[in-house]
């Protein structure tokens, strides 16, 4: 079945530093794929989606590009700062459902 | 944004009572909504999809007689933890498509504790 596989956490960094978090995807077909962030304390809100290859979602700073070839949607930020501080899911809806598919979540902690 | 609400935020009850989990699309219709358990340090996991007027569909190994969803409403889904056990205590998460493409939006979870 379908899966998302996400970088085991938690990460810890100093603030200005570069992000990286991992998740890798097994899928049947064309699934569309997720990041969504969850803050201390608030529901799961979504950060990026991309619905097809090679498309890059973007927001706040944050990157992750569709790569069918090593199915892979890594999370990236250039400079983190101590806001971004949250449990970070990767996500997949398969092709054609509504319903999602959740990695195991990542903790991120940005030190002042 | 389009919001979701989830009531009660926290519960606890005594083993072997029901307690009832309500899930509102605030300023839209939802004629889906799925319902997560998450459990400590772990990821969300579907629990079944909640439809509007019909039955809900439930994931391989939920029982559908233990967690009953009622979707009465195109604004309102309940999930019912019969006869609760302290293995059903965890964090339960509603989400409901919103108006747009594949976006879903998540209500802010319910922590269950059953003693």
């Known amino acids: 079945g379908d899966s998302v596989t996400q970088m085991e956490g938690p990460v810890t960094l100093s603030e200005e530093a570069f992000l990286t978090i991992n998740c890798t995807y097994t899928?049947?077909?064309?699934?569309?794929l997720f990041w969504y962030v969850q803050y201390p304390g608030e529901g799961l809100q979504l950060l990026l989606k991309a619905t097809k290859a090679d498309d890059k979602g973007s927001n706040k700073g944050f990157e992750a590009t569709y790569r069918k070839e090593t199915t892979s949607f890594h999370l990236e930020k250039g400079s983190v700062q101590v806001s971004d501080s949250a449990v970070y899911f990767c996500a997949l809806a398969p092709q054609g459902a509504q319903k999602l598919v959740f990695g195991q979540g990542t903790r991120l902690t940005i030190n002042p | 944004g389009a919001v979701v609400s989830q009531h009660p935020s926290w519960v606890i009850c005594k083993s072997g009572t029901s307690v009832k989990i309500e899930c509102r699309s605030l300023?839209?219709?939802?004629?889906?909504m799925f319902w997560y358990r998450q459990f400590p340090k772990q990821s969300l996991m579907l629990m079944a999809t909640s439809n509007e007027g019909s039955k809900a569909t439930y994931e391989q190994g939920v029982e559908k007689d233990k967690f009953l969803i009622n979707h009465a409403s195109l604004t309102l889904s309940t999930l019912t933890v019969t006869s609760a056990h302290p293995e059903d205590s965890s964090f339960y998460i509603c989400s409901a498509p919103g108006p747009g493409y594949n976006e879903q939006f998540f209500g802010p979870g319910t922590r269950l504790t059953v003693l």
């Open positions: 899928a049947t077909g064309y699934p569309s």
């Open positions: 300023d839209f219709q939802a004629t889906t």
